[in-house]
């Protein structure tokens, strides 16, 4: 019954900017860690940014001052603002909760950097 739904993604010229927005359902007790992973064409799946419940954040080091990570934890909602972009910053972005010693991931919102 766990789902993580996620919106947002679309197309961008470099330098613009996107909304994520990912809510996860079927949760009832606390999210330890939301965050979000993209998978670029021919690389790996990689770590963007995450935010525990107490606001730990980390960011990778690409998107470090370009990128936001928020959580709306009683909506069991998390953010992210994605400014300045590059056409490296295309790919998939798949939305991730821990709950627990569980994780649940979403299915993933496509996003294209143009030059």
């Known amino acids: 019954q766990v789902q993580l739904v996620e919106s947002g993604g679309g197309l961008a010229q470099t330098g613009g900017s996107l909304r994520l927005s990912c809510q996860a359902f079927g949760i009832s007790s606390n999210i330890y860690s939301m965050g979000w992973y993209r998978q670029a064409p021919g690389k790996q799946r990689e770590l963007v940014a995450s935010?525990?419940?107490?606001?730990?954040?980390n960011y990778a080091d690409s998107v470090k001052g370009r990128f936001t990570i928020s959580r709306d934890n009683a909506k069991n909602t998390v953010y992210l603002q994605m400014s300045s972009l590059k056409p490296e910053d295309t790919g998939v972005y798949y939305c991730k909760a821990i709950v627990g010693i569980f994780a649940y991931w979403g299915n993933g919102t496509q996003v294209t950097v143009s030059l």
């Open positions: 935010k525990t419940t107490r606001a730990d954040t």
